[in-house]
């Protein structure tokens, strides 16, 4: 358990898998925290009956009225017309943070409402569920997991430090970056494969005919590269259309690679490639079994 309380009060506005699960994360390890939870219709409420919040409201300025920490965690178009709004409200020592999927669009609309006072800072866990509810919610979910935070390791702010510290104490790995190269990497890292499995499984569903092959002969490998497949369109809708320029980079990349191995599958020369996938996969893996060399990188 952590020994000292950077925040007092956390405002989470949004209380979803992500929003629920950094509410408990955080209430674990600092349960002299005061949690309040925003969100619309009954949701609020459930985080609280689960145990994620101590306290929940409908109305996005009650719950962000005298938090110390706002930890928005809503859709990326959602968020940025809520930063009005948390803007007019919080508390000008207040950090607020974002946990949004591309960062570019939030951080030119965070600029506009805080020019003074209380600080924005954007953040990015590398993390989730195929289900995106509260009932899904764990305090674990950020373990081991890469934490973009849009700022440099040496801000001078004491409250971004502290939510580094915070961020560390929940099991993830802060990863320092400005919002450009985020929307960059995460184009590569995380966009793509999830529009890779999307067109993976539109070719198994066209080939799959009346007796049900070629799907009834997949095994576990086919299961695996499609997990991705089982998002839905209304989580990735807001951030594909933030981040389009870099997914379509992405994917005329992937395209090539795609050719690249069409030209050599009757020369026998593909050993290279396989090598090189090889090798980056193992060097993945360490980075996963060694999150802690994963900042700063």
């Known amino acids: 358990m952590a ?21 408990l994360a955080l209430r674990k390890q600092f349960p002299e925290i005061s949690a309040v939870g925003y969100n619309r ?4 409420e459930r985080a609280r009956e689960l145990g994620a919040v101590n306290e929940a409201t409908a109305d996005i300025a009650a719950a962000v009225h005298g938090a110390d920490l706002v930890y928005i965690a809503l859709p990326i178009g959602a968020s940025i017309e809520a ?8 508390e000008p ?62 801000d001078a702010d004491a409250r971004v430090r502290n939510f580094a510290e915070i961020v560390r104490a929940i ?6 970056c400005d919002a450009e190269t985020h929307d960059w990497a995460v184009g590569i890292v995380s966009h793509l494969p999830q529009l890779l499995a999307v067109a993976l499984a539109g070719v198994v569903q066209d080939e799959t005919d009346e007796t049900g092959l070629p799907l009834l002969l997949s095994g576990q490998g086919l299961q695996d590269m499609l997990r991705l497949a089982g998002s ?5 809708r807001d951030i594909l259309l933030t981040n389009k320029d870099n997914v379509s980079r992405a994917l005329d990349r992937l395209a090539q690679a795609v050719d690249h191995l069409r030209t050599r599958l ?11 996938a090889n090798e980056l996969y193992q060097e993945l893996k360490k980075l996963r079994q060694q999150p802690s060399q994963t900042e700063n990188r």
Not at 5 to 21: D, E, K, N, Q, Y
Not at 41 to 44: E, I, L, S, V, Y
Not at 171 to 176: F, R, T
Not at 232 to 236: F, I, M, R
């Open 232 to 236: 839905p369109y209304t989580v990735w």
């Open 41 to 44: 219709g009954a949701r609020a």
């Open 266 to 276: 009757a020369s026998k020369e593909l050993e290279q490639e396989f090598r090189a």
């Open 3 to 23: 020994s000292t309380l950077p925040f007092r009060r956390v405002a989470v506005i949004g209380t979803g898998l992500i929003g629920g699960s950094f509410a």
């Open 83 to 90: 930063l009005g709004a948390i803007a007019e409200a919080v």
């Open 93 to 154: 020592r207040a950090l607020v943070t974002d946990a949004c999927s591309t960062k570019a669009a939030i951080a030119r609309a965070a600029a506009e409402h805080f020019r003074f006072g209380a600080r924005f800072l954007g953040g990015h866990p590398m993390a989730g569920k195929e289900n995106s509810s509260i009932e899904n919610a764990e305090a674990g979910l950020f373990r081991d997991a890469p934490y973009a935070l849009i700022a440099t390791e040496n």
């Open 171 to 176: 099991g993830a790995q802060p990863v320092w």
